[in-house]
Structure formats: structure tokens, C-alpha cells
């Protein structure tokens, strides 16, 4: 059932603190603070009387709140402790005027955007505002006949909210100013008691400013057009069984209360009153879904860090956070899984802490495979915020994704070689008689022997299942073999069918290719053709000489390949396992298959395959296998992953790319530089200590502008700063576009969320993890 509580507007000053755009600073409260000692488990104890309780606003501007339960609704004044049943289970809640009388709010907040302007370039600016952030600036006059833009809003969230979207449009906000308005005599609210300490009890209500209008109240409608129940104070929304009716805001349910107060812009304020825990249940699914649970840890302490860090960031306006991304992101009781509420329970109380404090746990959706010094974002120094590796140092990183083989390395000593150790290793696997434990450079560059020749075309007609098939006994020069070779795999004419005169003395036009005896022209012709017959250096075939082996198996082995009977698949790795290779399916499920001990395992570099003793499979890496009789893998050819092996490699913007004309530029970075022209050129002047650009200089046709810190990616509109610009030139070689090539997504400072979740593919536990990101931090106890 639905439990209702009055609360009167209270006075408390505000505490500040920062979100993830913004400069970090200390906010933790010293009556917070205790005996510091260490538990059973390492964390070091700070115990606080009781979990605090969180202020989340649903909504700050609303004309209506429907409010909701399944059960029973019950008025549970604070005032009044007795609890009155209502008769109804949904009511709407609407603000309305006291007094016919129009009164001002007290406060208003003005942001300036530029100043000193000629009114044609004022203009100019309001109309890109308009345009681009669909805000309306006023353009107003300056000192010295000059102008100047800016935009007015009553409260603070609205603030929030408008420099948000001025920033992903790229517009600079140089100044903010606050400006108070005499109010009429108006019958003052009664007071409220003081704000409680961050060790409220979890059964209170956290008492913070809000931003009452005195004179508006609070209309509540169950049924109808007559109000049931008025009030000029907030009103809080509860339901006595909570865990199977929980109350609802707009038929969204969310665990704890929902307060409704009036604010000062003539709409209403929707508050989730919750604590600390139940809140990070709410946070934890919508900030980082990968089921690692380690990951999921450590995302539960940081958001519940950053909670009590930042709490009371708008109290002023009767809330401590928004459910957004300047806040974290909250979505309540619907978006809670049994996984992460796991991740929430087993780190209860747990927060990472700096000398004593908490920190002001910033974190990032992909860093890129790097982290940035917070100072070079936010402009000042954070001791725990440093640009970090977003990987396990040394060989170690690899050791859980690494395939073994104890097979014995060809020895391969030129490198023209490689190709048909490859090829040995593929016919080996398909039942050829092989001697893997001889093959060498030089065994591959001796001549084939005539039972060699007869035994290997006999193999290749029974892989190609031509049963009639026998090969002939003076078949070890290149002419004679090419016939049988056709001849086991086709058991047709197909070449001296397919190819006419003409055709075969193009594709003979070499050295020697009119040694070639008339009955093997077309066979050695199309075998050339399809690449399974090559030249030696020299541009000859040798047609009187016997075969290399190295020529006759790639042979075999190509024309068995480009018929697809050596049954090679291919696949996509997922993260190896305790040497079993994890391939990606289309169906969303890991397909884990045992690799053998003997397999043969081929990693590439540059252009050419190398056989390897061990190799690692971090997930992304394209693969070619071929799976045993007994269900194991016996051949294995790896191809790096493109997303590399950072931790945030799962990220599908851990690379991105994005081009942009010189227009583009001109319209963006307008907004941020001004009286240096038209934009011709970009550069990088500077870059951090994770190679992201910290001061990006803009070349004009009258001067040259610096773009610093954070504001580089929200002016360019780029999903981060880590990237390198190339350029496409016109005909007078002046770039008309620029590419940027970059990796991650965000502000690139504190734990990378896919890096976390990468980490803990690794086997790092969630200590590991965060203080790979935070540095010098401890894990803390708080309740």
C-alpha cells in the first residue's frame, strides 16, 4: 500500500560537488568520519551509524505526477505519525497557485556565452544557439556599445541541463552568474528540521533545501475533478509492502519513496527517497550490463563511491543527484538483474577511499587502452586520477588466453618456406603420410620421389573421393604431376576442356613454358592460373626437372583448399579458457572446442604465418581451423584482432573513425574560436601522458586559436579526445576534410567500464581491478 508523508521545506546550505564533467573536489563530511581500523576481510572500517539515504530526482520539470501502487494508499506525515488510509490506489499530483497574484521566483540563474560582440556577430551566435542546441539566447547590450549573448533559467538543474547540450553542440559558456529578485511579503513556510549527517537513519528522510514556491501547493485527484488532498508542503509517496507493491511514479515502479514538491518554475519536483543500496541496484545494470561479476563489483563501488561523494549536489534544489549521465545513470527497480544485484549485495558498504576520503570515482565508457590524467581534462590535478594502462602489465596479461602445443617447430630457415610449412601441417591433419618430425627447409627444397609423388596424388584422390583413381608411376615432374594432380582431384579433362590454344600459350609465356609437353599444357596452364603451381625465381618452371616437394604438396594443398575438401573452418575468437578456444556465434552463446596438445598452431605477423609453440586467444581474433575425428582441434591459424588486446578491447568503440569537410570544422569549432578567420588547418600542439590531444591548435586565415582539456571532444563532436587527424587535399594542396582516427568513447579519466569488464575476462579480482584506474586508493568500509 501506498504510504503518503508531508514534509515542510527545510533549510541546509548547499554542498558541492562535481559530476563526471567537472573538476573533482573533497566532499566528505567530517561528522562522517571514525576510528579507522582494518577488518577480517583487508577493507578498512569507517562506520557510519546507518546506510545513508539518497535524493534522486525523477523529474524536475513535470506538470503532473501520477503516483501508484497495487495496494492500499496511507498518509505518513512526518508531522502528523499517524497513518490515515486513502481511498484510493493512483492519485495525480499537480501544482497550483495559492493566490491569483503573480510572483517572481527570488533567483535566477544567467549564462553568458560571449561578450563584447558587434550586434551582427551577436546575432550570428543567437542564431546558431537557436539552431544547433534549440535554446533561446537573448542578445543584450555591453559596456562600450558592444553586445553580449546569454541565456536566463530559474534553477539550477535547468542550468545543468542547458550547458550539457551547449557542450555536445560545441558552444563555449565563459560565465555564470546568479541574480536575486525582491520578493512581495509573502506568510513564510514554516521550518523543517536540520539536515541529518551522512549517518541518517535508513528509516529517515534526508532533509535538504528545496526550491519551494511559497506561494503554490500541491493538488492531488484520485478519482475526478475534486481534489482529495491538499497540501503546501512536499508530499511523500510510500507502500507498505514494498517488495511486492512498490510505489510508482507515471507506472514506473521504484523501490523506497517518491516526494513530490512544487518548485519555484511552476512545475513539480519528483524525488526517489532510497537508500544508498538500493539505489546502486538501480545504477549498476544501466552503467555496465557485460556478465562478469568482478566487473559488476567494481562498477557497484565506484557508483556507490561517487553517491557518497557527490551527494547533496543539488540540494539547493532538494534532490543530491540526477538519474542521468551528469549524474549516473538510474532507472529503478525494472532495470535490476539478478547479477548485478549480486555484484550490489556482495560489496554492501564498500567504497574506495584516498587518504581517508572518499573519491570522486569518475569512470569512462572506453579509455581507449590508456587513461588520462584528470588534470588534462578537468584542469586540476587529482592524486588518485591518473592515466593508467587499461591492461595487466607484463606476459601475464596473456597467460589465461594462451594455447599450448607440445609439437615440435619445423625448422624453417628461409621465409620463403613458411607458406609450406603451412601447407604440410594442413595435408598432415588430413591424413597425407607426413614426416612432421623431419620437415626442415632443406627437406622442402629436395626433389620428390616417385613413391612420394604416387603416395601423396593416391592421399589427394581419396581426400577429393574419387575412388577410381591410381596414380601413375613416372609422375614426379612438374608436367606429368599437374595432369595426375587434375586428374585425382577432377577426374575430368577439365583443363584441355575449359582452356583453348590461345588461353594456354598466355598462361605459358614464360622462360621455359615451351618445354612443356603439348599433353600437360592446359593442366599446368590452369593449376599457374589458379596460384597452385608457381615459378622459381628466375621465371622458369623447370618442366624437366623433378619437383621440389615444397611445389608439389603447396600444389595439393592449394587445389584441395579451393575446392573446400581439407575441411577448414573459420570463425571469430572469443577469450580462450584453460586451453579451450571459444568461438563467437550468430545465436549469442559461446561455442567452446578443446584444442589438441599436439595441434599445429600458426600465429601471423606482417604478412606471413608462423608456426608457434603457444599463442593467445584474447577474443576478435580471426581464426582457421581444422577439427580431428576425435572432436579437437589439430590445426590452428590465428590472425591479431583488430581491436587489438587492451582490456576495453570488447568495446565497439575501442577504434572508431570520423571525417569531417573543412565546412564541418568551420561550423563546430566557429563556436569555440573566434576572430582568427576562416579555419584552414588543424594540429595537434600537445597530448597527454595517454597520448590524448590536450590542446588542439586551430589555424586561420587572420590567426591561430588554442582548444585545451576536455573541451576538445565536445567542440569537434567526437566520441573522444585520443585520436590522430589526416588530411584530404584539394588540387592546390589545401585540405578540404580531415579523418580522425581515435579510440574509446568519453571523457577517457578514472576505471574504463569495458576495461573493468576485460580485467575481469583476465581473472582480476575487483581490488585488481579498481586500483588498476585509481591509484593509491583503499577499499573502505563505510556501514
Known amino acids: 500500500m501506498l504510504l503518503v508523508a508531508t514534509f515542510l521545506s527545510a533549510s541546509s546550505g548547499p554542498v558541492i560537488a562535481q559530476d563526471a564533467r567537472d573538476k573533482p573536489k573533497s566532499n566528505w563530511p567530517t561528522e562522517s568520519k571514525s576510528v579507522v581500523k582494518k577488518t577480517t576481510e583487508g577493507l578498512t572500517a569507517v562506520t557510519l551509524l546507518d546506510e545513508p539515504v539518497m535524493r534522486i530526482a525523477l523529474s524536475t520539470g513535470t506538470s503532473a505526477a501520477t503516483i501508484s501502487t497495487t495496494a492500499r494508499l496511507l498518509n505518513v506525515s512526518e508531522i502528523d505519525s499517524s497513518n490515515q488510509p486513502l481511498e484510493t490506489t493512483r492519485v495525480r499530483v499537480e501544482s497550483r497557485m495559492l493566490t491569483p497574484s503573480q510572483v517572481s521566483n527570488d533567483r535566477s540563474y ?9 550586434r551582427e556577430d551577436a546575432d550570428r551566435l543567437s542564431d546558431a544557439v537557436r539552431q544547433d542546441a ?20 530559474q534553477t539550477k538543474p535547468e542550468l545543468e541541463e542547458v550547458r550539457t547540450k551547449l557542450d555536445d553542440a560545441g558552444f563555449e559558456v565563459v560565465a555564470l552568474k546568479e541574480t536575486q529578485k525582491q520578493l512581495p511579503n509573502t506568510t513564510a513556510a514554516k521550518s523543517s528540521p536540520p539536515t541529518s549527517s551522512a549517518a541518517n537513519s535508513a528509516g529517515k528522510i534526508k532533509y535538504t533545501a528545496r526550491a519551494a514556491s511559497p506561494t503554490r501547493e500541491l493538488v492531488a485527484f484520485s478519482r475526478g475533478e475534486a481534489p482529495s ?28 519513496k517518491i516526494e513530490v514538491f512544487a518548485n519555484t518554475h511552476g512545475s513539480v519536483t519528483v524525488v526517489n527517497v532510497i537508500g544508498l543500496e538500493d539505489y546502486v541496484r538501480g545504477v549498476v545494470p544501466n552503467e555496465l550490463s557485460y556478465p562478469a561479476l568482478e566487473a559488476l563489483k567494481a562498477q557497484a563501488i565506484a557508483a556507490r563511491t ?7 549536489q543539488f540540494s539547493s534544489e532538494g534532490f543530491d543527484l540526477l538519474p542521468t549521465t551528469r549524474s549516473q545513470v538510474y532507472r529503478g527497480l525494472t532495470s535490476e538483474t539478478s547479477l548485478t544485484s549480486q555484484a550490489v549485495d556482495q560489496t554492501r558498504g564498500v567504497i574506495a577511499t584516498y587518504n581517508g576520503e572518499p573519491i570522486n570515482a569518475l569512470y569512462t565508457s572506453t579509455c581507449g587502452g590508456r587513461t588520462e590524467d584528470a588534470e588534462n581534462i578537468f584542469n586540476e590535478a587529482v592524486p588518485y586520477l591518473r592515466g593508467r594502462e587499461c591492461a595487466v602489465e607484463g606476459k601475464a596479461a596473456f597467460a589465461p588466453f594462451t594455447i599450448k602445443s607440445s609439437r615440435d617447430l619445423f625448422e624453417i630457415k628461409d621465409e620463403r618456406d613458411l607458406v609450406y610449412a603451412r601447407d604440410v601441417a594442413l595435408l598432415a591433419v588430413n591424413g597425407f603420410a607426413l614426416p612432421t618430425d623431419r620437415v626442415s627447409s632443406s627437406w622442402l627444397s629436395s626433389r620428390v620421389s616417385e613413391s612420394e609423388g604416387r603416395e601423396w596424388l593416391n592421399a589427394a584422390a581419396r581426400v577429393a573421393r574419387n575412388t577410381v583413381f591410381k596414380a601413375p608411376d613416372d609422375a614426379a615432374k612438374t608436367p606429368a604431376f599437374s595432369t595426375a594432380l587434375m586428374t585425382a582431384v577432377y577426374g575430368d579433362r577439365r583443363a584441355d576442356t575449359l582452356l583453348n590454344s590461345a588461353d594456354t600459350d598466355y598462361l605459358l609465356s614464360f622462360r621455359d613454358g615451351e618445354d612443356v609437353p603439348a599433353a600437360n599444357r592446359a593442366d599446368v596452364a590452369m593449376l599457374l592460373r589458379d596460384g597452385a603451381l608457381s615459378l622459381f625465381a628466375d621465371a622458369t618452371l623447370r618442366p624437366k626437372e623433378v619437383m621440389p616437394r615444397s611445389h608439389a604438396l603447396h600444389a595439393i594443398a592449394r587445389l584441395l583448399e579451393s575446392k573446400n575438401l581439407l575441411a577448414i573452418q573459420k570463425g571469430t575468437s572469443r577469450p580462450a579458457a584453460s586451453g579451450i578456444m571459444m568461438l563467437r556465434s550468430n545465436k549469442g552463446k559461446d561455442l567452446p572446442i578443446a584444442v589438441s596438445s599436439e595441434a599445429f598452431l600458426f600465429r601471423e605477423f606482417g604478412e606471413n604465418l608462423h608456426q608457434m609453440k603457444s599463442l593467445a586467444l584474447v577474443g576478435g581474433e580471426p581464426v582457421v581451423f581444422h577439427v580431428s575425428a576425435r572432436g579437437q582441434v589439430d ?7 583488430n581491436n587489438g588486446a587492451a582490456a576495453d578491447r570488447f568495446s565497439s568503440l575501442s577504434h572508431w573513425t570520423a571525417q569531417m569537410n573543412l565546412g564541418a570544422v568551420q561550423a563546430r569549432l566557429g563556436r569555440s574560436v573566434r576572430g582568427i578567420g ?9 597530448q597527454g601522458s595517454s597520448r590524448r590531444v590536450i590542446d588542439l591548435e586551430v589555424i586561420g586565415t587572420q590567426g591561430i586559436a588554442h582548444i585545451r582539456g576536455g573541451r576538445i571532444r565536445s567542440a569537434l563532436g567526437l566520441k573522444e579526445q585520443l585520436f590522430v587527424i589526416d588530411r584530404v587535399y584539394n588540387e592546390n594542396d589545401r585540405p578540404v576534410s580531415f579523418i580522425f582516427t581515435g579510440r574509446g568513447w568519453g571523457h577517457g579519466v578514472g576505471m574504463c567500464q569495458f576495461g573493468a569488464y576485460g580485467l575481469a575476462k583476465q581473472g582480476l579480482n575487483v581490488e585488481q581491478i579498481l586500483k588498476t584506474y585509481y591509484t593509491g586508493i583503499e577499499l573502505t568500509r563505510l556501514y
Open 110 to 118: 544567467e549564462m553568458i556565452l560571449a561578450t563584447s560582440l558587434s
Open 134 to 153: 534549440d535554446e533561446q539566447p537573448q542578445v543584450t547590450a555591453d559596456s562600450g556599445n558592444k553586445w553580449k549573448v546569454i541565456i536566463q533559467k
Open 229 to 256: 488532498l491538499r497540501s503546501s508542503a512536499p508530499l511523500v509517496f510510500a507502500s507498505s509492502d514494498e517488495k511486492s507493491a512498490p510505489v510508482r511514479f507515471n507506472d514506473k515502479p521504484f523501490r523506497g
Open 306 to 312: 561517487y553517491a557518497v561523494k557527490n551527494r547533496g
Open 635 to 641: 590445426y590452428l591459424e590465428v590472425r591479431p584482432a
Open 678 to 686: 576562416a579555419i584552414t588547418d588543424l594540429r595537434i600542439a600537445k
